[in-house]
């Protein structure tokens, strides 16, 4: 992450200042937004993949550059969205190159006040002892007239908007199997 100098800030609001400006004043800052995206994607492939976030399915052109993405925009010709993206789309190209992204998964014990690093198979063992020990806990096979209802109510389950359809369905199925009947999903815009 780039920081600036008290100076550097100074100079860069300044010249978005002059920017927006002469855009109120009439200019035309249409090629110079072009020139400075062109530079951004100069020499990278264009390829077009699918924004999986919603049924919509829409297009997206990434740009890539010696294996990298950099930069992803709807794709105008796409007859549904015509280049619009949602803001989970817009977010495409932030939610794969972000410094903030976190590539490994991290563990902060009861009562600590500080995260640390675990390996995949200690936290998938972890987070599956978990679920076993409160199912077999807390399942409710019959209610109090006798009638099977096999479920688990003590389990809730929040899905995460930046799943894709695919994987909202398996945990979907997942968390029915077990029993759990409290499901929700941060799908909204």
């Not at 530079?39 to 390829?47: D, F, H, N, S």
């Not at 297009?59 to 990298?68: D, E, F, L, P, R």
Request: proline letters at 4%; hydrophobic letters at 35%; aromatic letters at 10%.
């Amino acid at each position: 992450m780039a920081t600036f100098s008290r100076r550097g800030f100074m100079k860069l609001t300044g010249a978005g200042v002059a920017a927006v400006s002469l855009g109120q004043l009439g200019f035309d800052l249409k090629p110079a937004y072009a020139y400075a995206k062109a530079l951004k994607i100069e020499g990278a492939k264009e390829v077009i993949s699918t924004c999986a976030f919603c049924s919509c399915g829409c297009q997206v052109i990434m740009h890539i550059k010696n294996g990298q993405i950099v930069s992803s925009e709807g794709d105008p010709d796409y007859p549904v969205s015509e280049g619009s993206l949602c803001p989970k789309g817009a977010a495409f190209y932030a939610m794969h190159v972000s410094d903030h992204r976190v590539l490994k998964p991290r563990y902060r014990a009861p009562g600590s006040d500080k995260w640390e690093e675990k390996d995949w198979d200690w936290m998938l063992d972890s987070i599956a002892r978990k679920i076993k020990d409160t199912r077999d806990r807390d399942f409710i096979e019959t209610n109090e007239k006798g009638q099977p209802v096999n479920r688990w109510e003590s389990y809730f389950h929040l899905g995460t908007s930046q799943m894709d359809n695919e994987e909202c369905a398996l945990v979907h199925q997942m968390t029915r199997a077990l029993g759990g009947v409290y499901i929700d999903h941060q799908a909204r815009v």
